[in-house]
């Protein structure tokens, strides 16, 4: 079986390797039959990793701890689901992941592209590119099907991820990851060839789309693992490897908004490819983070040789796309000029700007430990505080702007239209501020910011949803004639939820902590929590151990929650099981944590009750919903750019 899994990756190497540079040579030359046959290696190369793959899958179901990769990330008494998790749960099974979720784009990529002609004969030797340095990491650096005599049991399963979450984050994840590397592909192939207009954007824009869906549903999903598994209360903590996964979706945030600028009025061309760069570029740099060891996270691989390979691909990438932008920068020139600074389109400029800031920004504070580790030998980490003062000060002004930016005309708007455009959303805006300091909310700055402006970009989608129901009389008809444009503003809809539920469960929260011994109670926020017994259970592979919490509001019980440890004798690790009610009223939780559990039966009860969190995670329903509704095939708008390109010889 292992010899089988080794053979599939040389296979593969071997045909991307032949994609990349029989796939150059053709494209150079001009020789179709030759491009063809690049194409087909990139098709193979998914077939093989498939089979790859699956050696991997069948050994980690049958605990074959021959495996040394099994082993090490298994144990016989480990549920099947989580022993199947294993494949993206260790250092070479998520390389190998992302190799075939690499070669699987790059398949239907190839497959559904294949009339391309000479774009895709130069985007194919960079999807090769990209593909060999995957499948040489696993060929002979980093291999999953290392062999050893079989060891009585296995190591087992770092407890935190041994929840039904990492099921689905990490793949999503790297579904997002990897994606952006098939409209990367594109855009180098763009201007190796030459064809700098607007095809490579249309034909990569599903593409685009889906990765930054996977990339943002993934996070959220992270969000909540952290938040029910982890047991500190929280659902982002700026980790290094969370905030990998955050550059990307923002760069690629910027990138969907500015094309909309090229495809509409020819301009931004050369930030676009600035663009599609670093949103591949940060991928890349988030692999590099969790599998080099670098830094110290809970998301991230011990030290491992992979980290000087990593950086220097990372090295070649910023070369090459650096170099080839700068070469082809007669070719990218704007055919039109920005004509005013209240339009349109400087609104997704100002917007562009904002978030490329906040991810570097948060590149930096990702990178100053490491460059202070190597330059002084002695590591220097940002906290919290710095974070939290770039989200105030990029992210509110970037709220705002998804209120403004529907609003504004393109080209050019007059101070007096806008004046009238902007009377129902101020009015809002205004109405919110005076209310919440009028109940006494008024307290935190930034959460007062946050509500005032989400409701000014609510009313401003509100406002354009009844505008344009008023112009074709269905809300449903309205949709499908642009589902670009307002399954973007029902993602603005999610952002607001997310916004409000992230202000409201940080800036208005109760935390309390008590030591209660059995029939003793606290309160916190209007509740009274009463600690009743002890229990312990038997799981599969773990013992746990629950407190029995009464909850009560003024003289009625309200839940009873059951917050405990959990240990995992194969691991030997104990972890917390937080105990949750999610209150209808407030659309918030309260939040139980089991600090400790003494020999002598009394409870170190920790309480946090969080106003509408549950909107952070609503949030992420909207967006698959708005996401869904952008992505969804259009057959006019198909027609419309079949006939704009039917011209352009590719």
């Not at 995957?134 to 060891?151: D, E, G, I, R, W």
């Not at 824009?205 to 549903?217: D, E, P, Q």
Request: charged content about 10%; glycine content about 8%.
């Amino acid at each position: 079986m292992a010899g089988l899994g080794r053979a599939a990756l040389l296979l593969t190497f071997g045909l991307v390797a032949y994609a990349l540079v029989a796939g150059s040579l053709a494209a150079w030359r001009r020789r179709r039959r030759l491009a063809l046959s690049a194409q087909n290696a990139i098709l193979a190369s998914f077939a093989t990793t498939l089979v790859a793959s699956g050696v991997l899958v069948v050994a980690l179901a049958r605990r074959d701890l021959s495996f040394v990769y099994v082993a090490q990330h298994t144990s016989r008494s480990l549920p099947l689901g989580y022993a199947l998790s294993a494949f993206w749960g260790g250092q070479e099974g998520s390389l190998l992941l992302w190799l075939l979720v690499l070669t699987g784009y790059s398949s239907l990529a190839v497959w559904l592209n294949r009339r391309s002609g000479e774009l895709l004969a130069w985007t194919v030797p960079v999807l090769g590119g990209v593909a060999i340095f995957f499948a040489l990491m696993l060929c002979f650096v980093s291999s999953p099907f290392a062999t050893a005599p079989a060891p009585a049991d296995g190591a087992g399963m770092v407890p935190s991820l041994q929840n039904p979450y990492m099921l689905a984050h990490p793949p999503m994840l790297y579904l997002g990851y990897v994606g952006l590397t098939i409209p990367f592909a594109f855009a180098m192939g763009a201007l190796l060839s030459k064809r700098t207009d607007e095809r490579w954007i249309v034909l990569t824009r599903r593409w685009t789309l889906a990765a930054w869906t996977f990339l943002g549903v993934g996070q959220l999903l992270g969000a909540h693992w952290a938040y029910v598994e982890i047991g500190w209360g929280g659902y982002y903590a700026w980790d290094p490897v969370e905030n990998a996964a955050l550059m990307p979706w923002l760069a690629a945030t910027a990138f969907l908004h500015s094309v909309m600028i090229q495809e509409k009025r020819g301009m931004l061309k050369v930030w676009n490819m600035a663009l599609v760069a670093l949103a591949f570029g940060l991928s890349i740099f988030g692999t590099f983070l969790t599998r080099s060891g670098v830094v110290n996270s809970i998301h991230s691989f011990s030290q491992s040789p992979l980290g000087g390979w990593f950086l220097g691909f990372i090295v070649v990438i910023a070369i090459f796309s650096v170099g080839l932008i700068y070469l082809r920068l007669p070719l990218l020139r704007a055919r039109t000029k920005l004509e005013s600074l209240v339009s349109r389109e400087a609104t997704f400029l100002y917007n562009n700007l904002l978030l490329v800031a906040l991810a570097l920004t948060i590149l930096w504070g990702v990178v100053y430990p490491l460059l202070t580790q190597a330059v002084n030998g002695e590591t220097r980490s940002v906290s919290k505080p710095y974070y939290d003062f770039f989200l105030h000060t990029f992210g509110l002004p970037l709220l705002l702007l998804m209120g403004i930016g529907p609003l504004v005309a393109w080209r050019r708007a007059s101070l007096r239209a806008l004046g009238r455009t902007f009377v129902v959303p101020a009015v809002a805006a205004v109405a919110t501020g005076v209310a919440l300091i009028a109940t006494g909310f008024g307290s935190s700055t930034p959460g007062l910011l946050a509500y005032t402006f989400s409701a000014f970009v609510a009313a401003s989608i509100v406002l354009e949803f009844v505008r344009g129901r008023r112009a074709t009389g269905s809300l449903l008809r309205l949709v499908a004639r642009n589902r670009r444009r307002y399954g973007g503003y029902v993602v603005h809809a999610a952002v607001l939820s997310l916004a409000i539920g992230v202000a409201g469960s940080s800036a208005y929260q109760t935390v309390r902590e008590q030591a209660l011994r059995p029939g003793q109670s606290m309160e916190a926020a209007g509740y009274t929590f009463t600690y009743g017994a002890l229990s312990t259970r038997q799981l599969q592979n773990s013992q746990e151990t629950s407190a029995t919490v009464l909850v009560s509001r003024g003289r009625s019980h309200v839940t009873t929650l059951h917050p405990g440890k959990s240990f995992y004798p194969v691991e030997q690790s104990l972890s917390n099981d937080v105990s949750i009610y999610h209150d209808p009223r407030s659309l918030g939780d309260v939040y139980t944590i089991a600090d400790g559990i003494s020999k002598n039966g009394t409870l170190q009860l920790k309480v946090l009750v969080k106003p509408l969190v549950n909107l952070v995670w609503l949030a992420g329903l909207i967006f698959v919903v708005g996401s869904v509704v952008a992505l969804w095939p259009d057959a006019v708008e198909q027609r419309r750019l079949d006939e704009r390109y039917a011209a352009v010889p590719v």
